[in-house]
Structure formats: C-alpha cells, structure tokens
Nanobody, 125 residues
Framework: QVQLVESGGGLVQAGGSLRLSCTAS????????MGWFRQAPGKEREFVAA????????EYAESVKGRFTISKENAKNTVYLQMNSLKPDDTAVYYC??????????????????WGQGTQVTVSS
C-alpha cells in the first residue's frame, strides 16, 4: 500500500516557475515508476511526465518538453516536477501516480495503481 501526497501547487504568472512534490507517506516508491498527470476543468486526465524506477529513463508530453523536468529522490521517497516557463494552458490539477507493476515508464494513466489527491496549479496571463 502506497499513499501519495502532492504539494507545491499555487497561483503563478505566465513565465513563472513552480516545483511540485509527491511524497509517499506510507510505503516506498524506490522500486516503482512514477508519473505526473494533469486534469483541467472539462478535460480528460492527460500525461505530463514519467520516470523509471531507477531514474534512468524519463518521458515527457510534447507540450511540456524543454519546460518541465521530472526527478526522483529515493532517499526522501519523493518525486518532483520542476515546471518552468509556465503558460495559462498549464492550469490544471496535477496528480502523481505510482506504477507498481512495471519498471518502464508509461504515459497510460490506467497502468498506475496509486494516486495522490492532486494539487492545483493556476497560471495567470
């Protein structure tokens, strides 16, 4: 059983930065691939970024490549999403997920077993 808690969301102006954190309050994420997804009002949940269990492989949605960076710090049982050059289109609730069955990264949200409660990111123009 893994319980994930996200933090770091907030209101920021376009062009600004935020760093989201996702910490496992119970269990460990050291051996799991982790992903970040987001959901804007009226839209489906979409893939943002993922990192393999050993941090060797990362994958990003085209819309965030070059602006967002996912990282994983096993000693702190935490995965991060550094978001730079934010745009109003990045406004959404951001969720982290743990894929406990696959070591490889995946952009398919249905493969993730555990989710956090989400953190709101709002980018003003």
């Amino acid at each position: 059983q893994v319980q994930l808690v996200e933090s770091g969301g907030g209101l920021v102006q376009a062009g600004g930065s935020l760093r989201l954190s996702c910490t496992a309050s119970t269990g460990t994420i050291n051996y799991y691939a982790m992903g970040w997804f987001r959901q804007a009002p009226g839209k489906e949940r979409e893939f943002v970024a993922a990192i393999s269990w050993n941090r060797a492989v990362t994958e990003y949605a085209e819309s965030v490549k070059g602006r967002f960076t996912i990282s994983k710090e096993n000693a702190k049982n935490t995965v991060y999403l550094q978001m730079n050059s934010l745009k109003p289109d990045d406004t959404a609730v951001y969720y982290c997920g743990a894929d406990t069955k696959n070591y490889a990264v995946s952009s398919n949200w249905s493969l993730y077993d555990y989710w956090g409660q989400g953190t709101q990111v709002t980018v003003s123009s």
